[in-house]
């Protein structure tokens, strides 16, 4: 090993391998996309853009974008949800506060919330990090659907080979 400098050595890359079952990094640039096909419809109106689809530790990161007003969706999640509001602003009915461009938004474990779009907002876009399933239910709790990455990731190669991207470009995200 060739010696040098602290100051050189600053720049210098780590100079050993990682380990050869890591996973490749994910790079999506950008994150809010150019190409309309990326946005996968979830409802009518409502969108996300896959970022990481992890299969094999069962979450998933998403961009959720919004064109009307009005409730999305009730649900409710067996572990943290994570978010960050990139443009908008919404809120859960069963909260006083309102999640606005700029908001980070912790969501605890076993909470049950409605999401709701005002009615002057054009266009919500949310990151979202979720971990196990969303469980859509109604205001008594009755089940009425869930999603987790693996039906995320149906929902991605229906949609990619529908609109002529191909089921693969699916697996950019999956890990």
Known sequence: MQATTPEASKMMPYQYPNPKEAPLEIVVNPAIPDDERVWVPQAENVWFRPLCLNVSQGYWTNLLRVRKSGVLSRH????????????GRWRYLEHNWIAEQGSYVFEPPGETHTLYVPEDVEEMITYFHITGVMYYCDPFGKFEGYEDVFTKLEMCKAHYEK??????FVQQFVR
């Open 76 to 87: 409710r999640h067996p572990a943290p949800v994570h978010g960050m509001v990139l443009k």
């Open 163 to 168: 609109v002529g991207l191909g089921a693969d």
